[in-house]
């Protein structure tokens, strides 16, 4: 199966702000919804936002008020906008499905380094 392909990671300082894209599958996307997933070192990957083809949203605690799911029309790219960002955002950045159905195998992510 094609992996979904990340980018749009950096360097950042704390405060500021980057945008992440996620080139995904239409019909995938319409039928499971999307999500972006972050993994530190040490600790297991975790879910930080969703975004299903009616709109729906799901943010994280930890990332409620700073970061922006969305996607395109075409529910083709999804994109996570992350603003305010903080030294505990840091991370690898990862785009597939909510749940285990029509998830597809984890590609590179994208990094997030975010300086105090």
């Known amino acids: 199966q094609v992996q979904f392909v990340e980018s749009g990671g950096g360097l950042v300082q704390a405060g500021g702000s980057l945008r992440l894209s996620c080139v995904a599958s239409?019909?995938?996307?319409?039928?499971?919804?999307m999500g972006w997933y972050r993994q530190t070192p040490g600790k297991e990957r975790e879910l930080v936002a969703t975004?299903?083809?009616?709109?729906?949203?799901y943010y994280a605690d930890s990332v409620k008020g700073r970061f922006t799911i969305s996607s395109d029309n075409a529910k083709i790219t999804v994109y996570l906008q992350m603003n305010s960002l903080k030294p505990e955002d840091t991370g690898v950045y990862y785009c597939n499905t909510p749940g285990i159905i029509g998830r597809r195998p984890w590609g590179q992510g994208t990094q997030v380094t975010v300086s105090s």
């Open positions: 975004l299903n083809s009616g709109g729906s949203t």
């Open positions: 239409g019909i995938i996307f319409s039928l499971h919804g």
